[in-house]
């Protein structure tokens, strides 16, 4: 009984050390009639086969040991004729009767015999809590022998054999090309094995009265902003709906402003991605039919920087990120400058050219709005046929589409050729921008800014400008501010909107989403 009490009290604290994380499994196992055991271990990181298998070996292990005992006791007490059947009884015992934690640790036959798979590798050491943290991050399953003080390691860690491929929206350059699937375990493991640490907390919860999908949240005890973890937990708790089955529903659901253009969460399928934004402070939910995660609180800025800023050197890193930056303002506001020119504004331009463009523009029949929509419309017609149709096709369609059908526009004398060149320019613009999310709002923007600039020239874009910079201000992820760190103004986190500092200096994140650190005092 006593035995019992103390092995159900170091389940608890084991628990409470792995902060109760929803893929840490800790559970007593009866190894032998002498004592019971603790088996602790990652769900996630360990194959649970070779875990089953070297359970079953202990009792082969000590079927071939009792019969040896039977054997022997049966040549130094030899039975009489009418003890048979009591010694048969007393045979069958022994073939059931289970091997000790404590033969295990002493018997070097054993823990060979244990490890019949050759996949698994077993130590036995004395037992220490803070290496057993360490085995247990790395992927090991860990038996403990609480009476002798001693624990089992069997290094049976499974890391995804077949890397994941590569996320099609999210290539990079440099760094790992390894993408989330459809199964929450694999996923798990890409983030697992990258931090190995048991401050990495993982919870659950079932959504859907029909459907019951599991989302999963996810976050660094003791860095995560806990401001933000109680508005997600709050969100998701109050989800009652019967069926779930997508990440949108879930984008829908924490979102602060869902009637907003701008995504107020990171959506992502990349692990490295998503390991360095829960190192920030910040919290990364995922279902288990999705290889997307939603990671939050953000910025804006945050959607425009990849992965491939700190893979690359400093100065190559900084001119990306600036180049991208250049291109969101390109492809909101590189049209309506075009139209507020030629309708209003000649005059900037000089002599020479704005004779040029006034000659294109007379032998167009219309305003230039509707010369900028038709190119503008036949842009995002184009890219949305290549992203329904197979790649094979798609690719065709994209080219093919761009040049003959440009070609045939400027020839019927619909659109100019200036106005090729902005649309065409814009489109590559926009393009660059790394977030699918953002890409698609800076295209919608394009158009409301193109008709203030229609009705009021250079008036009209310093109208829109003020209101969408209004919009930006009022936004928050997470209830943390969107337009951080502008707005509140962080020296420090605008200094690393545009440039990547070198590793080993000063590198601390935006004001607000800093990791704390403990205080080892």
């Known amino acids: 009984m006593t035995q019992t009490l103390e092995i159900k009290q170091e389940i608890k604290r084991l628990n409470k050390e792995f902060l109760h994380s929803s893929d840490f499994v800790a559970k007593e196992i009866k190894l032998g009639k002498e004592e019971n055991v603790i088996l602790c271990y990652y769900s996630s990181l360990v194959n649970k086969k070779d875990i089953e298998q070297s359970l ?17 006791n049966q040549h130094t ?13 007393d045979k069958d015992d022994a073939q059931n009767k289970e091997i000790s934690g404590t033969q295990i640790n002493n018997d070097y036959a054993a823990k060979n015999q244990l490890a019949k798979d050759e996949s698994v590798i077993i130590t036995t050491e004395k037992y220490d809590e803070q290496k057993l943290v360490d085995y247990v991050c790395n992927g090991e399953t860990l038996i403990i022998l609480l009476q002798s003080n001693q624990m089992i390691r069997l290094n049976n860690a499974e890391f995804a054999h077949k890397t994941p491929e590569e996320p099609e929206n999210e290539q990079i350059l440099r760094g790992s090309h390894e993408g989330f699937v459809e199964n929450f375990e694999v996923n798990m493991q890409l983030i697992r094995k990258r931090i190995k640490n048991n401050k990495l907390v993982v919870k659950q919860i079932t959504l859907g009265n029909e459907t019951k999908t599991t989302v999963y949240y996810m976050f660094v005890e003791n860095v995560v902003d806990n401001e933000a973890l109680k508005t997600v937990e709050n969100r998701l708790n109050a989800v009652d709906v ?3 089955y997508s990440i949108g529903q879930l984008s829908d659901y924490l979102e602060d402003q ?13 692990p490295d991605r998503v390991v360095a934004n829960i190192l920030e402070g910040k919290i990364a939910i995922m279902t288990d039919l999705s290889p997307n995660a939603l990671i939050g609180p953000v910025t804006f800025f945050s959607f425009y920087q990849t992965p491939d800023d700190f893979n690359a050197r400093v100065f190559v890193g900084t001119f990306y990120r600036l180049m991208r930056l250049f291109s969101v303002f390109s492809a909101i506001f590189l049209p309506a400058f075009y139209i507020a020119i030629v309708s209003f504004h000649f005059e900037i331009l000089p002599l020479e050219l704005a004779n040029k463009v006034k000659t294109d523009i007379n032998q167009i029949p219309y305003r230039p709005l509707i010369e900028a929509m038709i190119m503008e419309i036949t842009i995002e017609l184009i890219r949305e046929a290549s992203v329904r149709l197979p790649k094979s096709i798609g690719q065709t369609i994209g080219i093919v589409g761009g040049l003959v059908i440009g070609d045939a526009i400027v020839s019927a004398g619909l659109v100019s050729n200036l106005m090729v060149i902005v649309v065409a320019f814009t489109a590559i613009s926009s393009f660059v921008v790394p977030s699918v999310e953002l890409n698609t709002t800076i295209r919608m923007l394009r158009f409301p800014f193109m008709f203030l600039a229609s009705l009021f020239g250079f008036f009209g874009i310093v109208i829109g400008t003020f209101l969408l910079v209004v919009h930006l201000l009022n936004l928050s992820s997470l209830k943390h501010p969107y337009f951080s760190p502008i707005i509140p103004f962080d020296p420090v986190g605008v200094r690393k909107i545009f440039f990547r500092g070198p590793y080993y ?3 601390r994140q935006a004001k607000g989403f800093s990791p704390k650190k403990e205080d080892k005092s």
């Open 242 to 244: 019967d069926m779930f």
């Open 56 to 72: 079953i070996n202990l009792k082969q292990l000590n079927g071939s040991s009792s019969q040896a005992d039977q054997e022997k």
């Open 505 to 507: 200096g000063a590198n």
């Open 258 to 270: 869902v009637w907003s253009p701008f995504p107020q969460l990171l959506n992502t399928e990349r």
């Open 77 to 89: 007490n030899k039975p009489k004729q009418s003890d048979t059947e009591d010694n048969e009884i």
